[in-house]
């Protein structure tokens, strides 16, 4: 069976900031990356010095009349993190208690959102051939391994899936065949339905269970490998697909039956 009860071997620091970030609305960040000249010039934006504010400024046409349109926009977030924010940051800042919550019980998402270009994959996955590099999901691996090992109350189960979803169609990244290189459309096609409790399944969706960090890594390349990538007008290595990286982590306190199960995606 399956409960939402949080687990009880956590410790007080950890148990405040989940219950905390329980009655909290959802976390919205900005994170501004470098510009492709190298100059890392923004002059036509500013932030404010709670980092919570960017003010964009529309630059003047001098063509010898006014023009009456808005010059100036102002967005507001949770915090705005500048062009040197490291990924250890963004992972510590905006995932960690995410992922602490996941881990005591209960269902998170971490959703990258912005135009092709804008940096979403290197701040979801980041390069894994360098560990400065690394993005939210290797750190996040490697995080649930070492907080679950701490937990020593309980039996731990982590299992991985990838799912990408391209024109409208779900395929699963996790199919390993021996070929090295196949059509998106050869992996296995995943499909959702609606069960009796009303709730949506993935149906052909495969998932796998890894019992250390390196194993998880091992399946996040061999996702990243199917992943269709595209030529597109603004970015020549940018994908025109939506990635899932969902990570359940199942807990048993020793000698009792009941389980928690628990959900985390990563949508890229």
């Known amino acids: 069976m399956t409960t939402n009860d949080e687990n009880t071997d956590a410790t007080s620091n950890s148990m405040s900031v989940t219950k905390q970030q329980l009655n909290e609305t959802i976390q919205i960040y900005l994170r501004l990356r470098p510009t492709r000249d190298g100059s890392n010039k923004h002059d036509h934006i500013s932030i404010s010095s709670d980092q919570r504010q960017i003010d964009v400024r529309v630059p003047i046409d001098d063509q010898g009349y006014v023009n009456n349109t808005i010059r100036k926009h102002s967005f507001k977030f949770d915090k705005i993190f500048d062009l040197n924010t490291t990924q250890e940051t963004?992972?510590?800042?905006?995932?960690?208690?995410?992922?602490?919550?996941?881990?005591?019980?209960?269902?998170?998402?971490?959703?990258?959102?912005?135009?092709?270009?804008?940096?979403?994959?290197?701040?979801?996955?980041?390069?894994?051939?360098?560990?400065?590099?690394?993005?939210?999901?290797?750190?996040?691996?490697?995080?649930?391994?070492?907080?679950?090992?701490?937990?020593?109350?309980?039996?731990?189960?982590?299992?991985?899936?990838?799912?990408?979803?391209?024109?409208?169609?779900?395929?699963d990244l996790l199919y390993d065949s021996n070929e090295k290189k196949y059509e998106l459309e050869s992996l296995p096609r995943v499909r959702i339905r609606e069960n009796k409790m009303k709730q949506l399944i993935l149906t052909n969706l495969s998932?796998?269970?890894?019992?250390?960090?390196?194993?998880?890594?091992?399946?996040?390349?061999?996702?990243?490998?199917?992943?269709?990538?595209?030529?597109?007008?603004?970015?020549?290595?940018s994908t025109r697909s939506h990635c899932l990286f969902m990570i359940q982590i199942e807990s048993q306190k020793i000698g009792e039956e009941k389980k928690t199960l628990s959900k985390l995606h990563i949508v890229d």
């Open 90 to 171: 963004m992972f510590d800042e905006v995932a960690k208690d995410v992922i602490n919550s996941t881990i005591d019980g209960y269902n998170g998402t971490i959703f990258a959102y912005g135009q092709t270009g804008s940096g979403k994959t290197y701040t979801i996955t980041g390069s894994v051939e360098s560990i400065d590099q690394r993005g939210i999901i290797p750190r996040t691996l490697s995080y649930i391994f070492e907080e679950t090992r701490k937990r020593t109350l309980y039996n731990w189960k982590i299992y991985v899936s990838y799912l990408e979803i391209y024109n409208n169609d779900g395929f």
């Open 207 to 237: 998932i796998h269970q890894i019992d250390n960090f390196q194993e998880g890594m091992a399946l996040l390349m061999l996702g990243d490998d199917n992943r269709v990538v595209a030529e597109t007008p603004k970015n020549d290595a």
